[in-house]
Nanobody
């Protein structure tokens, strides 16, 4: 039906950069908000950044000025560009998308989907 696929994570030295991508696929009728969350070991999942269908953005204070969220609506894709990475940015990053899709019975369903998670590590 619908799924999210994340890519772009990995290991980078402090001060380095990474770009995460999340593609939504399936019988999608519309996409509303898209966002990125992260969860470090022993900590709760927290919002990193979000973007509305009108491209208004919101960032956690800890990433303002370093991370940029963007979306390509034609590709049902959201990106997270991460610069000046710090060791404390190390976490599993999750994509979250609020969308409406059509199920096999032709019914429109509104739901909030989560990606599988992708590891980002900033370490020397």
């Amino acid at each position: 039906q619908v799924q999210l696929v994340e890519s772009g994570g990995g290991l980078v030295q402090p001060g380095g950069s990474l770009r995460l991508s999340c593609v939504a696929s399936g019988s999608i009728l519309s996409i509303r908000a898209m966002g990125w969350y992260r969860q470090a070991p022993g900590k709760q999942r927290e919002l990193v950044a979000s973007i509305t269908s009108g491209t208004s953005t919101n960032y956690a204070d800890s990433v303002k000025g370093r991370f940029t969220i963007s979306r390509d609506s034609s590709k049902n894709t959201v990106y997270l560009s991460m610069n000046s990475l710090k060791p404390e940015d190390t976490a599993v990053y999750y994509c979250n998308v609020d969308l409406v899709y059509r199920n096999p019975y032709g019914t429109s369903i509104a739901t909030s989907l989560w990606g599988q998670g992708i590891q980002v590590t900033a370490s020397s």
